[in-house]
């Protein structure tokens, strides 16, 4: 029994073994996975098609093998790996995206660093800091520009002094008009009422 069981165990590990020769390997350094592991799905444009088959510390770079399972599928010469989220659970998957067109590459696979969430949320800071001084900028300019004009509305003008003083003699004139037609009636009212007064007597 023995025999059969180790001969089933060898031909076990040797069909595991052809078929592991059938799958397309590639290697890649990171600087950064990211929470990445052994056994992470490899997906190409959303779709999986391989596994993370090992990751390992070289120096100060990250050593990833990974294996397409998806037959007769290659990565087109200058596909871009990064690692991303993959479900809800914080689980991380290596994403591969077609390379830009026009764009001459010299690797199989490119790769590219993750996108850490302290670096979106530092980069946010920066993009609100910039807009906060750029309205800080804009509102200074406007008060700028309404004191400017207030300042131009409170210039008199030698033209508009003299307008200003013919006008406050006309008033003058008026008041002392009024004040001297006044006096008139008052002074033939009183002369009015003696008239009336001797007659009577």
């Given amino acids: 029994w023995l025999i059969i069981v180790a001969i089933a165990v060898l031909g076990i590990r040797y069909h595991h ?9 590639y ?6 996975v990211d929470g990445l592991i052994v056994g992470s ?16 510390i070289v120096s100060s770079s990250i050593y990833i093998k990974f294996v ?3 037959k007769g599928l ?3 010469v200058g596909a871009i790996a990064t690692v991303e989220a993959s479900g809800l659970g914080g689980s991380k998957a290596l994403e591969i995206y077609p390379p830009p067109e026009g764009q001459a590459v010299d690797k199989i696979v490119a790769t590219k660093d993750p996108t850490r969430l302290g670096k979106v949320i530092s980069l946010f800071d920066d993009i609100f800091r910039e807009l906060n001084g750029i309205f800080s900028t804009l ?11 207030d300042i131009k509305k409170n210039i008199v003008t030698p033209a508009d ?12 004139d008026t008041v002392i008009d009024a004040e001297r037609s006044f006096k008139e009636n008052f002074n033939r009212g009183e002369k ?5 007064s001797k007659s009577n007597k």
């Fill in 74 to 76: 290659v990565l087109p």
């Fill in 192 to 196: 009015d009422e003696s008239g009336e």
């Fill in 17 to 25: 073994y052809k078929s592991q020769q059938q799958y397309k390997s």
């Fill in 161 to 172: 002094a003299k307008e200003g003083l013919i006008k406050f003699e006309k008033n003058i």
């Fill in 139 to 149: 509102d200074y300019a406007g008060r700028q520009i309404d004191f400017e004009q």
């Fill in 27 to 32: 290697q890649i350094f990171m600087e950064d």
């Fill in 68 to 70: 397409i399972t998806q």
């Fill in 41 to 56: 799905p490899v997906k190409f444009l959303g779709v999986q098609i391989g596994y993370v088959k090992k990751i390992q």
